[in-house]
């Protein structure tokens, strides 16, 4: 497995004239063009099938589809708003047990509205959903893409660094799905 989240940092950020460390959401996607998806892809791959999301990310990756970004991290954190604020689509992958998720399923996600909701901040940590970035972008810029949970079956979460055959073949089904999804974007269909 590829280490990208160090690359994509530092190929990311440039200095402004007086030296000061700026980030440039819109320079770069697949062949150099705006990203109009964004695969976000998580897990601890430390913890054999935890780490799937991250797989069906690189595999994302891997294929180079123009305007899809695809990113691969440990956790959802309130920093990855700043890339989904950029995009008109979002799709985030998890693994799932088989037990809740006997295939790879793709819903809709939406921002966690609450009764009597204020402009201000979410309570939000280190660890965030979906749905908390999600509405964390629509405070914060005004803004929320159309979004999506990927899951993927997952047999087992003990240590090790390894993907079972069950959710290897569904990593693979995975990819094959979300690149229907965003290719849909393209041709103006906006279901999977």
């Not at 998806?37 to 294929?63: F, K, T």
């Not at 956790?75 to 037990?99: G, H, M, N, W």
């Not at 079956?153 to 979300?178: H, M, Q, Y």
Request: include cysteine.
């Amino acid at each position: 497995m590829k280490k990208s989240g160090d690359k994509w940092i530092t190929a990311h950020i440039t200095a402004d004239q007086d030296g000061s460390a700026v980030f440039n959401p819109r320079e770069y996607g697949a062949a150099g063009e705006d990203v109009q998806s964004l695969v976000i892809g998580w897990g601890n791959d430390l913890l054999s099938d935890d780490g799937a999301g991250r797989c069906v990310a690189l595999g994302i990756r891997e294929c180079g589809i123009p305007g899809v970004e695809s990113l691969d991290v440990h956790q959802l954190t309130p920093e990855l708003v700043d890339r989904i604020r950029c995009v008109s689509r979002v799709v985030f992958v998890d693994a799932k047990p088989s037990y809740q998720c006997p295939g790879v399923s793709i819903q809709p996600v939406y921002s966690e509205k609450h009764e009597g909701e204020s402009s201000m901040l979410p309570p939000i940590g280190h660890v965030g959903s979906p749905e908390e970035l999600l509405r964390l972008a629509g405070l914060l810029y005004g803004t929320e893409p159309e979004a999506w949970l990927v899951a993927v079956p997952a047999e087992t979460f003990e240590p090790g660094g390894r993907l079972s055959d069950t959710t290897l073949s569904a990593v693979r089904e995975a990819v094959n799905k979300i690149q229907a999804l965003v290719s849909n974007e393209r041709s103006g269909v906006n279901e999977p």
